[in-house]
């Protein structure tokens, strides 16, 4: 029973071709969170503790998600998405070698930052939709919600390892070597990827999809199925996903934490969101939209609870607890999207995606840096979680008026681009 349970769990990892992306990944994912935790410090070193500086230098890192994910998502539609894979990964490392050397030889200025975090923005506009568009090619859809639910595993193993690696280095040998590590961990994904087994991956007949850009955005806007869950996490990424603005500042301006303790109380969130990500391993199918809802109205909650927490201790609990929720919800939504959508505009539909849910990161970062600013830290995730509960709340009722309308007539025909489920999809 218990192997049985555990082939469930990880049976994406049968399929070589995954194993090997997961692997790089893992490396590469635990160097960019070690990096992120270095520059964040580097960045309240140089600014004097400043939540509007670190909120530009998180705005000009997600910047360009806004401008050139939805094409970075066509260029995984028409070409190769393990060379583009390649090339982004390499470009990455490049970046950070030439940052981790500014700071190592004293140069690194404010201003090295900015640069760097718009030209890694810029490579993770072709990276990331194309990487959530590759899972499906390395194991086909039959396993495709388990291999996502596993990336996100992977990806917040990375998240709880990372960060608390990345606190005990900067606290003995500063933030150089750090970056200078993360530099290296790229080149673990670009050995995975070039190992991989060309003839094994599931690719469409149909290459490159159909159309560009903007049918992929009408194409999205006829499906109101994909429609609703992406509004939701516009609103909810806007306001409540900026904890790599929130979590520093909570930690040095309300609980004068140092390095070390900064990585426990990240890493704390990373472990609730591992959690999360292994619990959506077991998923075999689409899930319905209420699950979609009712996470985003437990995370709401959550956050809100978690910009309360009267100490560390309970911070770290509530932000553990915050975590879950919100991988629960984005991997619910994730799914949603993903599984409901054409393998000819799954590149468009996931930079769409992305887009939605990281894009928003550079408003997000800058309302929330100016809200915390005068307000203090507390009020990013207060009035985040607060935001996010009343999106939740709405989508609630509006998908309870949906269920509650009078099934369509025998003569009735489904709207150009509306789903009609299969009888395994439809929500009970």
């Known amino acids: 029973m218990v192997g049985k349970h555990l082939g469930t769990v990880f049976g994406s990892l049968s399929v070589r071709n995954f194993r090997l992306f997961a692997a790089g990944q893992l490396v590469s994912v635990a160097g960019t969170w070690m990096m992120i935790v270095a520059q964040d410090w580097l ?18 890192q997600f910047t360009p998600l806004l401008l050139f994910t939805l094409y970075g998502g ?27 050397v500014l700071q190592l030889t004293g140069e690194a200025r404010l201003w090295h930052i900015h640069l760097f975090a718009l030209a890694l923005g810029t490579v993770n506009a072709v990276e990331v939709p194309a990487r959530m568009a590759f899972v499906g090619e390395l194991v086909g859809t039959r396993l495709l919600p388990n291999a996502s639910a596993l990336s996100a595993a992977y990806f917040n193993t990375a998240r709880v390892a990372g960060p608390a690696l990345a606190g005990l280095l900067i606290s003995a040998l500063g933030p150089g070597p750090v970056m200078l590590l993360n530099a290296v961990s790229y080149l673990a994904a670009v050995a995975g990827l070039r190992r991989m087994r060309t003839s094994e991956l599931h690719r469409s007949e149909r290459p490159g999809g159909r159309g560009g850009v903007l049918d992929g955005l009408r194409y999205v806007a006829s499906r109101p199925d994909l429609l609703s869950p992406t509004v939701l996490v516009a609103v909810v990424s806007l306001a409540g996903l900026n904890f790599h603005l929130t979590l520093p500042l909570l930690a040095k301006t309300v609980f004068d934490a140092d390095a070390t303790s900064f990585g426990l109380l990240t890493a704390s969130f990373a472990a609730g969101s591992l959690l999360a990500a292994l619990a959506g391993t077991g998923r075999r199918g689409r899930p319905p939209a209420r699950t979609v809802v009712v996470s985003a109205l437990a995370f709401g909650l959550l ?40 393998p000819g505009y799954r590149g468009r539909v996931m930079a769409l995606y992305t887009l939605i849910l990281q ?43 949906r269920r509650a309308r009078p ?10 681009g509306a789903e009609v489920p299969c009888p395994a999809e439809r929500e009970t």
């Open 43 to 60: 960045v309240l070193s140089l600014s004097g503790d400043s939540a509007a500086a670190l909120g530009l230098v998180t705005a000009l």
């Open 74 to 100: 066509r260029l995984a539609d028409r070409y190769d998405k393990r060379l583009l894979l390649t090339v982004a990964n390499l470009a990455s490392a490049a970046l950070a070698l030439g940052l981790a």
């Open 303 to 342: 956050e809100t609870a978690a910009g309360g927490a009267p100490g560390f201790t309970s911070a770290v609990v509530l932000l553990c607890l915050t975590g879950f929720a919100a991988i629960y919800f984005a991997q619910a939504a994730n799914h949603r999207i993903q599984l409901g959508s054409d």
């Open 359 to 401: 894009g928003s990161t550079p408003v997000g970062a800058l309302l929330v840096g100016l809200l915390a600013e005068e307000l203090g830290a507390r009020s990013g995730l207060v009035v985040g979680g607060l935001v996010a509960t009343a999106a939740a709340l709405v989508a609630l009722v509006v998908e309870r008026r």
């Open 407 to 416: 099934a369509r007539t025998p003569d009735s025909r489904p709207a150009p």
